[in-house]
């Protein structure tokens, strides 16, 4: 299951020491308990998605609670760029940084994104010393987000995750983003001219040219899976699911 905390190995099959990770989806709980639950007492983590705030901030105590999490995450206030916020130490601030990634070596500290489409993507060293969470949508993506992301780890041996958005199967574009990206990360879309860009294969392309060797893809495409997930494609007004990564104390 894909929304129960757990060991980033395990989860993710990636070898990495003493990192932990989940990725909620649109209910807290899983599937068979969500027949009671009103369209509107879903999981809604992002208080900018046009939900009651009040409610986000009771998600969010949820979230603490029912995944046992060393600490409230770091939130941040995402804006499509290529800033990654570095935690060097456990202090609370009033407003969220702004920037499109954390990275940090501290011990449960835990780092957040929240997405809806855009990929989740999680990076760690192999030893487990230092983690990131990014934010990556085609813009990002084309501002080269990753490499930025990767440069943080001063070359250490890393794994990543790229985890649900939306999927070459549903995220039709326009013309205009053709010279940002290889051609052949696109397909024939809709006539005349739209076309199908393969974002989750354009992240992992720029991860493995950062030098980036395991990488695992959820494979996860939040239009088609739209019962589990958020998609701002497919809904317009949605919520936002976390992506969440931290290193345990030993
Ligand atoms: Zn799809």
């Known amino acids: 299951m894909i929304d129960q905390r757990t060991d980033f190995h395990a989860l993710f099959g990636l070898p990495s020491q003493g990192v932990s990770a989940l990725c909620t989806t649109r209910w807290l709980r899983p599937k068979m308990q969500r027949v009671s639950l009103q369209a509107n007492q879903d999981f809604n983590l992002a208080v900018h998605a046009s939900d009651d705030p009040q ?4 998600n969010r105590a949820l979230l603490l609670q029912q995944f046992d999490l060393p600490a409230e995450p770091l939130w941040l206030d995402q804006v499509h760029g290529t800033q990654i916020h570095r935690v060097v130490e456990s202090k609370s601030s009033s407003s969220p940084p702004v920037a499109d990634g954390a990275t940090t070596r501290l011990q449960n500290q835990v780092l957040a994104v929240l997405t809806a489409d ?24 084309a501002s080269g987000i990753i490499g930025v992301a990767v440069d943080c780890f001063n070359g250490a041996p890393l794994v990543a995750w790229i985890g649900p958005g939306i999927g070459p199967c549903h995220f039709e574009v326009g013309p205009e983003l053709k010279e940002k990206f290889p051609s052949d990360l696109f397909a024939a879309g809709r006539p005349p001219d739209r076309v199908l860009l393969d974002l989750p294969q354009a992240a992992q392309r720029d991860l493995a040219s950062a030098g980036v060797s395991e990488i695992k893809m959820s494979g996860v495409c939040t239009v088609c899976s739209v019962n589990d997930f958020y998609s701002y494609r497919q809904e317009g007004v949605t919520g936002r699911f976390a992506t969440l990564v931290w290193r345990e104390s030993r």
């Open 118 to 141: 855009c990929l989740p993507l999680i990076l760690a060293t192999k030893d487990g010393a230092q983690v990131a969470v990014v934010h990556v949508g085609w813009r990002g993506l």
């Open 55 to 58: 409610r986000v901030l009771i």
